[in-house]
Structures are given as C-alpha cells and as structure tokens.
C-alpha cells in the first residue's frame, strides 16, 4: 500500500544563518506514525519569492506540505504573502478574524500594534486555525487534491496547532493507512556494528523504511511500514520488533523516545536503588541529563563536581597518593571517585567520570579525548572503562556523559 507523501518548508533566514530547526524532527516522528512517508525539508529565506518557490516544489511532490514560520505581525513575516502566490489566490483582512486577535489582546491588557492586522490577512479559500496559544492564526488551504498547512513557528504555538489539525489531515490523505512503526535506541555500541547486525533485518522486509543514526554516544534506529488495516498493522509492528531486538537487544536502552537516563531511572526505581556521582571534565553535565527526568528525586542524591584535584580528595576521599601515582585522569582515580561519591552522599551507587576534555591539556600518554567513567555498587560490584573520543570538547564531554550512564545502566540489571 502507498503511504501518503508529506513535505515540510521551514521559513525564516535564521535557519539558514545557523540556529537549530527542532521543527523537522517533531513534524517527521508524528507524520511518520500517522502514516506518511517524509519526502524531505527545506528551510527558506524571508522573502515572498524564495517562499512561494519552496511551496510549489514542495506541492508538486508531496500530498500535504506543512509550513512553519512567517505568520507573525513583523516585516519579515511573509508566508501569507508567499501561500497567496504560490496557489495564484487572493489575500484579503478579515475584520472577525482581527475582532478575535483584539479580545486575546485584551485579556492581557496589553495595547495591540497597527501592524497586527497582518495576522487578520487570510488566503482566499483557507479555512483559519485557532491559536490557542498566541497571535497568529493558521491556515489549511486545499489545491488540487493537495493540502497547504500554515503553522505559526513557536514550538508553544505549533506543535498544538498541528495535533488539533492531524486528525483532518489524516482524514483528508491517510483514510485506509494503517502504519506499523518501531524505534529502539542503544548505546554502548558503534554505529557501524549496529547497522552491520541490523542488514539481515533489512533484507527481509524490503517494504520498510529503516533509518539509524548516531549522536552523542548513542544509536537511533528506526522502520516504519503500512498495511491494509489495523490489526495487520499491529501484527508486522510486533514481528518486526522481535526481529530487531534479536538482532541488537544487548544494546537497547529503550524503545521510542525513551532516553538513556529515564531507562536507568527506570532501573533503579524498580530496584529500589539510589545514584550519586562524580564529575570533573564534564562539570555537572552527567548530573544534569539525570535531573531532566521527571521524578529522579526518587533515586537520585546528587554529585561532586570534583574539577580540582583538592576537591576530588577533600570531598571524595581519593587518595593524594593515587594520584600522585595515577594521575587524575586514570582508571584508578575514576573508580575512587565513584566510590566516594556512593561513600560521602549515601547511595546505594556512584558514577564517575574523569577525562581530557581539550581542546588542551593533553599529553603524549594522556591524549585529548582520553575518558575513564567507573560504577561502584551496589553491592561490591565495581566497573571502569577507559574510552579514546575523537571531536571537539562538547562532543568527548557529551559521549563521556552517555558511556557513564550506559555503565551505570548495565550495573543495575
């Protein structure tokens, strides 16, 4: 079966000046397990121009194509304008539509500007989007069997004005298409490997669409499919899921967006264990991945940000003589850290890590990206591992953080 084709144009010249577009990766994941097949993004200037052109190519491929950004009250705000060229339709103030944008003024006081009208300007023939969320309202506009979706491009704003319009558009491209959809994340192996043990996967199920893709230490796969009806789709998606758990399930962490440190919260909750940890090159980067999960205080203490050796003594308990032997960047010192951080703040586990970050510091026997993250506990059970990272600082500290936390996670099984 066909799935539908969908499209994204991401408007605004700070995208292409280097901010990051978190729009792609929201949009993709939900139209995806709604049923479509992702044809591609293209990100565009703020100009009437560039925008209609992206539009159009867009259009001429995709059955929906969702735009987002441009309907603001500012100069640059140009995606009415551009919508209107591109569909060769009017643009034209709707006085009810500006009567609604003054009352949500209104409510707050505050004095609207003479140039808000614009988000009063409609396209001829659109049906207009409630924003319950802000000041610019979104449109759906229908051309030749295709759908045109104008979405404000605050995540606040956006993401829940698509969940509300998702249904029609469904309705609308996707009636009849059911999609089977699987995704695993693993960490603690290469990318390489994973593919390499992923591909008999692959080579069976010729009508999937697979991706992977790696970040930060970790491994992303995913396949997705469509069948004739519900239960069908339910039955591939479970076979499916066997097969690639088979495949690299030593290395899973989680499934869907399950992050490497809900999964070790996951863990420790369940056993009824406590973490604490210790950091140096990466500065409380460790203690913050695990403090963004809802609920940690359940199982997490808290952490030495141990920099200085004098710190990592005083506060940990390493011994001046280790390291005077080992040097802080050791086996021997990372394991030490952990250790006293389970010691010196009573948990049941401490994590450690301990490296050359760079972009300088770096010696001939201790190279720049050289790592050490260590586990003790529960129990008398200790673990270290010693890791040689390539890339610049944020990428050895961030890699440095996910391999502590894999550690951690094997630990607790």
């Avoid at 890339?391 to 094997?410: E, I, K, Q, S, W």
Wanted: charged share 25%; glycine share 10%; aromatic share 6%.
């Amino acid at each position: 079966m066909r799935p539908p084709k969908a499209a994204l144009v991401c408007v605004g010249s700070e995208l292409l000046a280097g901010q990051i577009n978190t729009h792609q990766a929201w949009l993709s994941t939900r139209l995806r397990r709604a049923g479509f097949e992702m044809l591609g993004e293209e990100s565009v200037l703020d100009d009437v121009a560039a925008i209609a052109a992206a539009m159009r190519r867009a259009l001429a491929k995709a059955d929906a194509v969702i735009v987002c950004g441009g309907l603001g009250p500012t100069f640059d705000d140009l995606t009415r304008e551009a919508a209107a060229r591109a569909l060769k339709r009017t643009l034209s103030f709707k006085p009810a539509l500006w009567r609604e944008i003054l009352k949500r003024f209104a409510r707050y006081r505050m004095k609207v500007p003479e140039q808000n009208k614009r988000q009063a300007m409609v396209v001829g023939g659109a049906q207009v989007l409630e924003n319950s969320n802000g000041s610019a309202p979104g449109q759906r506009l229908r051309a030749a069997g295709r759908t045109l979706l104008l979405l404000p491009g605050p995540p606040s704003e956006m993401y829940p004005m698509f969940e509300a319009v998702l249904p029609t558009l469904v309705r609308d491209h996707a009636r009849g298409v059911h999609a089977a959809a699987f995704s695993v994340r693993l960490s603690g192996v290469p990318e390489s490997i994973a593919d390499e043990r992923l591909d008999p996967v692959r080579a069976r199920w010729p009508q999937a669409r697979f991706t992977i893709l790696a970040s930060g230490g970790e491994v992303s796969f995913h396949a997705a499919l469509t069948a004739r009806s519900a239960t069908a789709a339910r039955a591939a998606r479970e076979r499916l899921r066997r097969e690639i758990l088979d495949a690299v399930g030593e290395f899973a962490h989680g499934e869907g967006d399950e992050t490497l440190e809900f999964a070790l919260g996951a863990r420790l909750k369940r056993k009824g264990l406590t973490l604490a940890v210790a950091e140096s090159c990466t500065g409380g980067l460790m203690g913050g991945r695990l403090t963004a999960v809802a609920g940690s205080s359940a199982y997490f203490l808290g952490g030495v940000i141990s920099y200085a050796n004098s710190v990592k003594t005083k506060s940990l308990g390493v011994p001046s003589k280790l390291l005077a032997r080992f040097g802080a960047v050791s086996a021997e010192c990372a394991a030490a850290m952990a250790r006293g951080a389970r010691k010196s703040i009573g948990a049941d586990m401490g994590a450690a890590i301990t490296g050359v970050a760079g972009p300088d510091g770096g010696t001939k026997e201790k190279p720049v990206g050289l790592v050490f993250v260590a586990v003790s506990g529960p129990g008398r059970a200790e673990a270290v591992k010693r890791l040689e990272i390539n890339g610049p600082r944020d990428a050895v500290r961030g890699r440095a953080v996910t391999a502590a936390l894999r550690l951690a996670f094997d630990a607790v099984r």
